[in-house]
């Protein structure tokens, strides 16, 4: 564990994105940034991941939300971002693109499980739930996710169901989870130029569509 890198990481992007911010902003990223630290100290989070997270949180503080890292949801979950404004809850999930080792033979499939097990699982924590990502990684959404619950059809959900069953098991996806879950936006988080950029999922999904070895089929 290299905390002295992971400190001078933070603290060179920390001051990238406050230079031109006022008093507030700077001290709810300094907020964040020491909370970030201390979670590396204690080797619950990665460096990539950790930047992302202060970038993205950057971007909610500008709106009006307070924003906290690493939120527990319950005994079994803890969010990458929690953000709060006036009565409304917002829950970000950080997709570096990474995949483990274990999953060399499946990386799409084990990436579309992800994907799915964690628009299922969070957003019901939420009044509006995103996925963040970079412009290098092309996230997977099941097509379920891209209907209004309403128009779910019991046996795609149970198609998805059964995918994320092949990986998460303790406790299982439930039905009920896929069917009422609901993504509302996606965050291009460019890490190189301190920006992110949020868009609606249909927005997002026709964007990746224009790739040209891209097909609706490889989104699941």
Avoid at 137 to 159: C, M, T, W, Y
Avoid at 183 to 205: F, G, Q, S, T, W
């Amino acid at each position: 564990m290299d905390t002295e890198k992971f400190n001078e990481d933070i603290n060179t992007l920390l001051e990238r994105i406050s230079e031109n911010e006022d008093i507030r902003v700077k001290s709810e990223l300094e907020r964040i940034s020491d909370r970030l630290v201390k979670l590396y100290r204690r080797n619950l989070v990665k460096i990539n991941h950790s930047v992302m997270e202060l970038l993205c949180a950057k971007h909610l503080i500008l709106k009006g939300y307070y924003v906290d890292v690493e939120h527990q949801l319950s005994d079994m979950l803890v969010c990458d971002l929690f953000g709060v404004r006036g009565e409304g809850k917002l829950i970000i999930e950080i997709e570096t693109g990474y995949t483990p080792p274990d999953h060399a033979l499946d990386p799409s499939t084990y990436n579309r499980a992800r994907i799915a097990s964690k628009i299922a699982r969070y957003s019901a924590f939420s009044d509006k739930f995103g996925l963040g990502t970079l412009p290098t990684n092309i996230l997977q959404i099941p097509g379920v996710f891209q209907k209004p619950p309403s128009h779910r059809e019991a046996d795609e959900i149970l198609e998805v169901k059964a995918l994320c069953d092949k990986y998460y098991k303790k406790p299982p996806v439930s039905f009920d989870e896929i069917k009422n879950a609901r993504l509302h936006a996606i965050y291009i988080i460019d890490v190189d130029e301190a920006l992110v950029r949020e868009i609606d999922p249909e927005a997002y999904i026709d964007e990746v569509l224009k790739i040209p070895f891209i097909k609706r089929e490889f989104l699941g």
